[in-house]
């Protein structure tokens, strides 16, 4: 059941901010029923953020669930750091916050990179998640990232790949990722934004096969924000420039 986000917001538990030991501070929120079933969500990207909508998967009088800002992204500083910012630290962030919260074991819900974070957390902390549900399923293997950044979803959409394209020239396009990848981490601040836009509004649209026009221009709108775009396309290249920081089928 989707709830509206009016009705979740009676349900604010508490908000905070957890600074980690290098430099980084994660913003966190926990909504429903202080006694329900303890739950955590992971967001996409990685740098996606949460957002409103996101409390809508969770009937807030039958879960505790908490939410938070991965390294770099939403309300967590530095915005957009890619120092520290890895796999093995999320997981020692999401493992830092439950036991901030007190929290034994929970229910973790991921959905895209959400997913991939969600598995890997679970393999290496077991006995600290009592299930896992998983949607949008997103691997983060170079054959995963080849599909979506290179060639795969280009012949689904075609027309938005022109647009993602065009930020590159001719003679780069063999190599995507790391075009992107190099006008992201430069010094230019302009060249940075309009790559990370271009490369934000790709995914954003990508994101369902057949939106209506109202729910297209807000998709463009929210991915087309700097402060959006910059955390997701810096964080989401810098990772996949590495494999995810994950073992081959790991």
Known sequence: HLFPKETSDRFLIQSGNMPTSDRHTIHFDQY?????IPALFLHGGPGGGCQDLHRQFFNPERYCTTFFDQRGCGRSTPHALLEKNDTASLIQDIEQLRELLGIEKWLVFGGSWGSTLALAYAE???????ALVL???FLCRPQDIHWFYQHGASQIFPDYWQDYLAEIPPAEHGDLLNAYYQRLTGNDPAIQLKAAKAWS?????????????????????????????????????????????????Q
């Open 135 to 137: 949607r949008g399923i």
């Open 124 to 130: 290496q902390h077991p006995n600290r998640v009592s």
């Open 201 to 249: 509004v790709w995914e954003g649209r990508c994101s369902s096969l057949t939106p209506d026009a109202d729910a297209l221009a807000a998709t463009e709108a929210h991915f087309g924000d700097p402060k959006v775009a910059l955390a997701m396309a810096r964080i989401e290249c810098h990772y996949f420039m590495n494999q995810a920081f994950l073992k081959p089928n």
């Open 32 to 36: 429903g029923n202080p006694s329900g």
